[in-house]
């Protein structure tokens, strides 16, 4: 029985997108800050966002490019084994945190404050996650019918912008107001300061998002030259 041969394309594009997922899990936690050299509303001079920010917008590049190559089948199956993988990641994480620390370890409640992420982030990050990136891939496939192979950069711009603000509205509503003001879990914050991290971490997905189209390009004829000459 011959051996099916796995698109080296498909390997490395899941093997970015849950390194991606996972480390912004990992990140999320962290605050982020980015002076811009102009004022905008609610945000003012400073974009304040999650730093979980960086490290997901490269899933929706990772799940454009997948989409276009495999198809909305293939990217849907991703998207929920990904998923999965989260859960194996915070599982790994809790378990190290619970195993007892040697004295030449570094300060055990350091270790768990850097690595555990609070529940509110968690349960915030994993129900944008599955909403977002599921639309993510509908929208682009529903354009990608209309259109054929043309207007790449119309479905990569198009899907990552409606779900990255699903994701950020989700995200941010429920990772640092619902839970903490009607559950009691998590730190609360000012309505501005929660305002303002939606902004933020808006307009930086978004300029992501337009700033990685000819990346995709990029990515999506090298492989398929690739495989096509396999």
Request: charged content about 15%; some cysteine.
């Amino acid at each position: 029985m011959s051996e099916r041969p796995i698109p080296v394309g498909a390997t490395v594009l899941s093997a970015l997108f849950v390194t991606a997922l996972v480390t912004s899990q990992l990140t999320a936690a962290k605050v982020l800050a980015f002076g811009i050299p102009f004022s905008l509303p609610i945000v003012d001079s400073s974009l304040v966002l999650p730093g979980a920010a960086l490290a997901y917008a490269v899933t929706f590049f990772a799940s454009d490019c997948y989409t276009e190559l495999y198809g909305k089948r293939s990217a849907r199956r991703l998207v929920n084994v990904a998923f999965a993988m989260n859960f194996v990641m915070l599982a790994l994480v809790y378990s190290t945190i619970a195993a007892p620390a040697a004295q030449s370890s570094i300060d055990p409640e350091m270790f768990a404050t850097v690595l555990g992420a609070s529940t509110n982030i968690v349960l915030g990050s994993l129900v944008a996650y599955l909403v977002s990136q599921n639309w993510d891939v509908y929208v682009f496939h529903a354009i990608r019918e209309r259109t054929g192979r043309e207007k790449l950069w119309l479905r990569n711009v198009a899907s990552t912008a409606s779900s990255q603000a699903i994701d950020t509205v989700l995200f941010v509503g429920i990772a640092f107001y619902l839970l903490p003001q009607y559950a009691g879990i998590g730190p609360q914050l000012p309505e501005s300061v929660v305002l303002g991290l939606a902004v933020g971490q808006y307009l930086l997905k978004l300029l992501i998002a337009v700033v990685d189209t000819p990346f995709v390009y990029l990515v999506t004829r090298l492989v398929r030259e690739r495989e096509a000459g396999n």
